[in-house]
């Protein structure tokens, strides 16, 4: 049952901020929030493409039995590689040149590549056969004459999923980044086709993105820095509304804490990408533990999903443009997930402190930290823990806080350093009579006195960076 | 594939809201979320009892060989019934005695009841039998001990679970009040037995709960209106920690906007009572649609899960007592959902209008309407648009808004009177010369001119209630 994870009290709080800071993003671009079934049954799949395609090469070591990802071995092997599409002809030839042999017992691979499915079976009813979605973009794509009303037939429009899709990986991995259920975030935008280089889409052209074009990955490791209105002029990006979508993607992982030199935008190879993708691109973020990992993939897919569920359902799945004649959408989709960009938090900002030896600090932004607030009486009497209670109460209305009242006090601030708080309140023997407290940083470790009426207000304007510390 | 639905942009954004104020409850008493897998093994299962006694009693029609549930069949024959937990015999008896026909055809039931298990199987890897989670409560109980380090062995702790559960119904029906998939909210309250009349718990003792004692349904109606601190010493509930938990139940329903008299607390009766549950209680909802409506489980489970999941993992699930003495937590639960409020909402707050034939209102409490503000340039010309543009990104980084600039103006305020759209905000000619808007009210549809730079902090104070409409 690998693969599979709990969050705690505290990781569950990390990962529902990032999910707000993705609503948030979205929701500023006018787009809206959907919730479709986490199960359908075998012909969506069919029609998706799923129970057909989507299988995972595997192979079995001769002595011990296990089996293993053939393209996962091949690129753990030589890093720089990027497996993709590849027939098992030549999967087979590689593994056979590179002499690989079973990671667990050494022993030798057989000849033979099965193809493993991803799907997860499961039944409905007595006897309808379904399965767990493996991605929550087809789902969202089903309701599409719902949208069509509720847009009232004003295109492009924009929806999003939020939600669990499931893949049945044989060898799941590197925590969270490979597991077997995993929270989905997916935007569709809808699109009528002459449309694709609107002048609305004209608003991400100065935008400036670290673009790896296809080209650039032959022969440089770096990306190049290039304004969106430049790479559509040169022709890197097929159309404006593609380099819209990208500059989206850009924003969502800077809104979800990570640092910009730490993102880059990689071309997809011809050979790697899908068969319906018009354009296709991946942002990956540089981690510390595993190096330039995919975290986003922004697809140009075309018609290729209403027309086929249009052709299983039987269904007309198409609109009317503005000269009132019937078409199918385009959809350009940006499909990523939430447990992702939530490691690469604890990945980039988790780090020991520089002046106490054993001592840890999580330096995520102050807007995504699991508690904004920790509210600390100084002693376990004389008053302190009942004000410190009412400081707490008020403050709960506002914020995520956490009461702490168990160990000294230099003990607690560590504990909130390692957590992630921001800000530290600590109710003391003057905080009894002058009704103010301290407030202390989290990366400054200062400490500022401010008067309990003005403590909302204040950690307020900190947070939302209205003031600095230095200017309490 | 009855009983899965999809929420669409307003249900979304409505049910979002529900979810958000289950959260502020339950934060708000110092409990933390968790996210646990909705998909685990097949012993887990056994533990929790699901896999032997997780069905429904199931009866095929002789002629049409449709399956129904019997218990739900004589319930809907006789709305004054409560089936629960009946032995095959007695359900076939009281079928026979009611002449109860098949209600698609009229044909004749058969003699034999099956049991038709509710668990939706799948396979993870190779060949490992798991199932979707029927309930969240069982996955939190799981990581017992990581919560026991999380909190630092302070008992009573509480955490709560919003996600996805699973049950595969005959036949699924009712809207999302009875679906094959749908959102649980449940809260688990872990507490020594000896914790259980502790005083901290006095602070639930003078709330009044409507409750409907077993001994009241006997014979009257109605539900007595009583002070938890009475009903503890006249052992109508059994402990002042539970009376909490009954508190907790009606607090969360009052902030998901039900009205209080549609509230009350039905006492299970001592055979509908699970066989672990030391006292046990429902919250129905009176719906317009349905009438009384089983909407929350409050259960004292004592150590039923704990000694259960110690039993099957072999892994001691204890934690150590004040006394240094190791024991067994009890657990105090809060089963619920959030599709079954979110319903309620729609069922009781949507309405015909009295004065205008054929039009609806959406008359839900305003914090939790779907969409807070509607901007509505008067007219499509003349730098309204522009400026309403303005307008509703300045308000985006506050409220969820929608732009709307087809249609009628009065077309335009019926769309979000149906929506339940709070305040519209219309941007007209002299909006362009004074700086200012007309806000509209939805329930009094009256309109006040206030300023744009006034705008942000009136809605804001409007939408807290620290502000009335008349008083712009």
Redesign the interface.
């Known amino acids: 049952?690998?693969g599979?994870?709990?969050?705690?009290?505290?990781?569950?709080?990390l990962?529902?901020n990032v999910e707000n800071s993705i609503r948030k993003v979205f929701?500023?671009h006018?787009m809206?929030?959907?919730?479709?079934?986490?199960?359908?049954?075998r012909k969506v799949w069919e029609a998706s493409g799923h129970l057909g395609g989507f299988t995972d090469p595997l192979i079995k070591c001769t002595k011990c039995k296990s089996?293993f990802r053939v393209d996962k071995l091949i690129e753990e092997h030589n890093p720089d590689l990027v497996v993709g599409v590849t027939k098992d002809e030549d999967l087979l030839r590689i593994l056979k040149e590179a002499n690989l042999k079973c990671p667990i017992c050494k022993g030798a691979f057989g000849d033979e590549i099965m193809a493993?499915s991803l799907m997860?079976?499961?039944?409905?009813?007595?006897d309808?056969e379904?399965y767990?979605r493996p991605e929550t973009a087809t789902?969202t794509y089903?309701?599409f004459l719902?949208?069509n009303e509720?847009f009232?037939g004003?295109y492009p429009f924009g929806?999003f999923q939020i939600g669990?899709a499931?893949r049945?990986e044989?060898s799941p991995r590197q925590n969270v980044l490979r597991g077997?259920?995993f929270t989905q975030a997916e935007a569709q935008i809808f699109i009528f086709p002459e449309q694709k280089n609107n002048e609305m889409f004209d608003k991400a052209k100065d935008a400036k993105l670290p673009l790896w074009t296809e080209e650039m990955q032959k022969g440089r490791k770096e990306p190049e820095t290039i304004k969106l209105g430049d790479a559509v002029e040169k022709k890197l990006i097929k159309t404006k509304s593609y380099a819209f979508t990208l500059n989206l993607a850009w924003e969502l992982y800077q809104e979800m804490g990570i640092p910009v030199e730490r993102i880059r935008f990689r071309q997809h190879h011809s050979d790697e990408k899908a068969f319906y993708a018009d354009d296709a691109w991946d942002l990956e973020v540089n981690l510390k533990s595993y190096g330039w990992y995919e975290m986003c993939g922004i697809h140009d897919r075309t018609t290729y999903d209403l027309k086929q569920h249009e052709k299983f359902s039987g269904k007309e799945l198409q609109a009317r443009d503005e000269n009132n004649v019937k078409q199918t959408q385009h959809i350009l989709e940006i499909a990523f997930g939430t447990d992702r960009p939530t490691f690469a938090l604890l990945d980039i900002f988790y780090e020991k402190k520089e002046k106490e030896e054993g001592k840890t600090v999580f330096r995520l932004p102050y807007h995504l930290a699991p508690l904004k607030v920790a509210v600390l009486p100084l002693m376990n009497k004389k008053g302190m823990p009942e004000l410190a209670r009412e400081v707490y109460e008020m403050l709960?209305d506002e914020f995520?806080c956490i009461?702490d009242k168990?160990a000294a006090i230099g003990k607690r601030y560590l504990r909130n350093d390692e957590r992630g708080t921001p800000y530290c309140i600590t109710i003391d023997f003057d905080s009894l009579e002058n009704k103010d407290v301290t407030i202390r940083d989290r990366d400054t470790t200062e400490q500022k006195r401010v008067k309990i009426e003005e403590l909302t207000e204040t950690l307020k304007k900190l947070l939302r960076k209205k003031l600095t510390f230095a200017d309490i």
Do not use: W
């Not at 997860?120 to 007595?126: C, L, P, R």
């Open positions: 049952m690998a599979f994870y709990t969050y705690g009290p505290l990781g569950k709080l990962k529902n929701v500023k006018d809206f929030e959907v919730e479709c079934p986490t199960i359908m049954e089996n493993h997860m079976k499961t039944t409905v009813g007595v309808t379904a767990n789902t089903l309701p719902r949208y509720f009232r004003k929806v669990k499931y049945n044989i077997r259920e709960g995520q009461y168990s």
